[in-house]
């Protein structure tokens, strides 16, 4: 299992395990399978249930069942922070090689890549087994380069993982709340501490949940200490409190604070 090490804004290195290949491959099938589904279910649906004429419905077609397909990576990893329903049940995630969630852009172009591997934005075949057989066959042989790639890259990525910067890695859990920045402030009498936490950026925030995770893992609170130092620094606060306890002050201002503008 390789480890990559990924440098922050903060001047600290993140290790995260690079996902097996099997993971990925797996996760991949799981998708796929899905999609193939979605589609024989959907033309059924159309074309049996509700006896479409196929010449008359083509724009409803690809509106229903082709959209969805060519959308279906790009929004399940914008909504499920880096993970379709296969890389999900994986338990694997896409993560910016810069630290932290990749961008709306790194996400695009990972998606805009897929064409080249993945050929579903040609969803509206017709629906015969035989289609879907050659269909399957063509991506199958596209897969094949994509397996290439991987194969031969120091760090396991694909074409648009090399083009948007990115990687593939393990994640211990499946996605909650708490793999992400948010937090929930239930109190409504919430004191805020330190308002120049709204200087930071989303990609700073998202490195200081990285490093108290990894901290907690490994009961080490040395990149939290370096970190707390960095924010006192450019933000000018003062304060003695314990390093991860600063850390997690910041990061439940930062969220009061956010769901207030």
């Known amino acids: 299992m390789g480890i990559i090490q990924i440098g922050t804004a903060f001047n600290i290195d993140l290790e995260f395990e690079i996902a097996e290949f099997h993971k990925r491959l797996l996760a991949y099938i799981i998708d796929f399978v899905m999609l193939i589904i979605f589609l024989f279910s959907m033309k059924y649906v159309m074309y049996n249930e509700f006896v479409l004429n196929w010449d008359e419905s083509v724009g409803m077609d690809i509106l229903i069942i082709s959209l969805p397909m060519l959308l279906y990576s790009l929004l399940t990893e914008l909504w499920f922070n880096g993970q379709t329903l296969g890389k999900k049940i994986m338990a694997i995630r896409v993560i910016s090689l810069e630290g932290g969630e990749p961008t709306f852009g790194q996400f695009i ?47 396991n990525q694909r074409l648009g993982d090399m083009i948007a910067g990115t990687v593939v890695v393990n994640t211990k859990s499946a996605l909650t709340l708490a793999d992400t920045v948010f937090m929930q402030i239930d109190k409504t009498d919430y004191k805020v501490m330190f308002p120049q936490v709204m200087r930071l950026s989303d990609r ?8 108290l995770i990894q901290a907690g893992k490994r009961n ?3 990149m939290c200490h370096r970190v707390s130092m960095k924010i006192k620094e450019v933000l000018q606060i003062q304060s003695d409190m314990h390093v991860d306890q600063f850390l997690e002050k910041l990061l439940a201002d930062y969220n009061y604070l956010a769901t207030k503008e």
């Open 109 to 155: 172009l990972r998606w805009v890549t897929r064409f080249f591997e993945w050929p579903f934005f040609f969803g509206y075949i017709a629906f015969s087994t035989a289609s879907v057989m050659v269909y399957i066959f063509v991506t199958g042989m596209l897969g094949i380069a994509v397996v290439i790639i991987i194969s031969v890259t120091n760090k």
């Open 204 to 211: 700073d925030i998202n490195t200081i949940k990285g490093v």
């Open 220 to 222: 080490n609170y040395d």
